[in-house]
């Protein structure tokens, strides 16, 4: 019995840990909708690029309106004229294909700041602040009503899934942002800078750690079974 009661606390705890995520998640993408007060314009460039996209808005985001097929995600972030001096951490919209931080006090923005931002397509900044990854991480780059337009996010690899000179051997190069990439051991190979070939040996490695698992999780019961019958 007392066995039993382990189990559903156990259960009930991955639950609650699972909701947790979800929940800090959720409140991420609340927290970016919300970094500045009021709600996107419909005239605006993200208010314009939400109309087509047939997005919704929620205050500063553009969200995809699709909740069948795909979860929803932020397609759209506009900060524009928010009073931003600096800009570091806008995680929670790394799904968004625009991005407006334009008529902004900003300084400097991190070089990280817009890693694994994937699907980022266009951006609208105060013309002292260069793009993302610099500007040759851009198809086009131009200065237009007093704000920098980064438009045409470039592959860093030399094609998408190919093999690359910026990755290891045996490896593929994937883009992960402006400026960024990330280099996966290609199929069949793995290990430090991919140099080991075959399959990683799961059954090995698991193995005998879930096996010993077991063996402690059953001899601590056995134990506390007995302790409880002795009582």
Not at 40 to 47: D, F, M, Y
Not at 89 to 105: E, H, K, R, V, Y
Not at 164 to 175: D, G, R, W
Not at 207 to 223: E, K, M, R
Request: aromatic fraction near 10%; proline fraction near 4%.
């Amino acid at each position: 019995m007392k066995a039993l009661c382990s189990c559903m606390r156990f259960v009930a705890l991955v639950l609650i840990l699972n909701l947790f995520f979800q929940a800090s998640y959720q409140l991420t993408e609340l927290q970016v909708c919300n970094l500045c007060r009021g709600t996107i314009l419909n005239s605006s460039e993200v208010g314009h690029f939400c109309f087509l996209s047939a997005g919704r808005i929620d205050g500063r985001c553009c969200l995809r309106n699709d909740t069948t097929n795909d979860p929803e995600h932020i397609i759209g972030l506009d900060l524009s004229n928010c009073s931003l001096t600096y800009v570091q951490d806008l995680q929670g919209a790394s799904t968004a294909f625009m991005i407006d931080l334009s008529f902004n006090p900003i300084v400097n923005i991190s070089d990280t700041a817009f890693q694994g931002f994937n699907k980022l397509n266009y951006m609208i900044l105060p013309q002292n602040i260069d793009c993302p990854g610099s500007n040759t991480s851009w198809e086009k780059v131009k200065i237009k009503e007093g704000n920098r337009h980064c438009e045409g996010q470039r592959n860093m690899c030399n094609e998408t899934g190919q093999l690359s000179m910026n990755c290891p051997e045996n490896s593929l190069c994937a883009p992960f942002g402006p400026g960024f990439f990330e280099c996966s051991c290609a199929e069949n190979f793995r290990g430090y800078k991919c140099l080991r070939e075959g399959e990683f040996p799961a059954l090995q490695v698991f193995g005998p750690l879930a096996a010993s698992t077991v063996v402690i999780s059953v001899l601590l019961w056995a134990t506390q079974r007995r302790k409880a019958k002795s009582l």
